[in-house]
Nanobody, 124 residues
Framework: QVQLVESGGGLVQAGGSLRLSCAAS????????MGWFRRPPGKAREFVAD????????DYADSVKGRFTISRDVAKNTVFLQMNNLKSEDTAVYSCAARVRDYYASNRIAYDYWGQGTQVTVSS
């Protein structure tokens, strides 16, 4: 079983950048497809991005395409979410998740393990 811990959230002005990290322990992240989800205030959790086990395939929600980049570092056993040109609507709790099956899935129920989340607040 893998344990996931997110970090890197905070308060940033619109147009700014943040990089979120998701560090794993217990098992190598190379065993999992990894995803980032977010829950905006008062709204349901939504898919942000995912990356395949090999790192060779990524997917993004339309709302973040061109601004966010997901990546993984095998040596650090960590997945990252680089967020640029942040907007107020990006304000949310961001969580990483791991999935054993290595194909695209944007539904949260498809993921097997979750971190606790990190708060991102974008001020306009």
């Amino acid at each position: 079983q893998v344990q996931l811990v997110e970090s890197g959230g905070g308060l940033v002005q619109a147009g700014g950048s943040l990089r979120l990290s998701c560090a794993a322990s217990g098992r190598a992240l190379s065993n999992y497809r990894m995803g980032w989800f977010r829950r905006p205030p008062g709204k349901a959790r939504e898919f942000v991005a995912d990356i395949s086990r090999s790192g060779g395939s990524t997917d993004y929600a339309d709302s973040v395409k061109g601004r966010f980049t997901i990546s993984r570092d095998v040596a650090k056993n960590t997945v990252f979410l680089q967020m640029n040109n942040l907007k107020s609507e990006d304000t949310a709790v961001y969580s990483c998740a791991a999935r054993v099956r290595d194909y695209y899935a944007s539904n949260r129920i498809a993921y097997d393990y979750w971190g606790q989340g990190t708060q991102v607040t974008v001020s306009s």
